[in-house]
């Protein structure tokens, strides 16, 4: 039984430049959850999708940041035209229902450099 | 505005040392208070969940307890393979909106 695959694991980008980062929960899961871990930080709720749909995206900076979660396929982070400060592990987590316990299961992150 | 606080930063014990990491909080609404375990390079791995003042879960060497501001995860005896990250979050809205705290990095020496 996968768990949630994020790739790539590794990607560096100069500043101006796309970044795409994919997720693909747990087999049965439809809630995919985004987060970003800055250095010496603790994880940042960035946004909650269900399939085709955005449900909470209160953590998404306003501007360059997008996400979606398609019918068909992973679920994409896109971080436009890139700056340094965006260099972060984002993780991505899913779980099988609106469910109440927190339990999340997480993905092992992309790292992401701008250089 | 919802906020998570763990001390110490990081821990370094002996194997067999035992001690407790700290987790409070200052929330409009606890709906919950989990624990997560996160070695390097990873995700998070969920640990435990605590829903109100008074209960607790264990789970091997680790022992999670809340009251109404904060939370304890002892480490009884730990093993050097308990070294990791242990990161503490509150649910603040239903639907798995986490805010976490910045975690307690532990090192266990043998």
């Known amino acids: 039984n996968a768990g949630v695959m994020q790739n790539p694991r590794h990607l560096v980008r100069r500043r101006g430049q796309e970044a795409r980062l994919r997720c693909s929960p747990m087999?049965?899961?439809?809630?995919v959850y985004w987060y970003r871990q800055l250095p010496e930080e603790g994880l940042k709720f960035m946004v909650y999708?269900?399939?085709?749909?955005?449900?909470?995206e209160s953590g998404m900076p306003k501007e360059r940041f997008s996400a979606e979660f398609p019918k068909e396929g992973p679920s994409i982070l896109r971080i436009q035209q890139v700056v340094r400060g965006d260099s972060a592990a984002y993780f991505c987590a899913s779980s099988p229902i609106q469910s109440n316990t927190g339990e999340l299961f997480f993905g092992e992150g992309s790292r992401l450099t701008v250089l | 505005e919802d906020q998570v606080t763990q001390s110490p930063e990081a821990l370094r014990l002996q194997e067999g040392e035992s001690s407790s990491l700290n987790c409070s909080y200052t929330v409009s609404g606890l709906r919950g208070l989990f624990w997560y375990r996160q070695d390097p390079g990873k995700g998070p791995e969920f640990l435990f969940t605590l829903y109100s003042a008074g209960e607790e879960k264990e789970k091997e060497r680790l022992k999670a307890t809340l009251t109404k501001k904060e939370s304890f995860l002892h480490i009884t005896a730990p093993k050097p393979e308990d070294s990791a990250t242990y990161l503490c979050?509150?649910?603040?809205?239903?639907?798995?909106?986490?805010?976490f705290g910045a975690g307690t990095i532990l090192r266990v020496k043998s």
């Open positions: 999708l269900q399939k085709e749909n955005i449900i909470d």
């Open positions: 087999k049965g899961h439809s809630h």
């Open positions: 979050a509150v649910e603040v809205e239903y639907g798995n909106k986490l805010v």
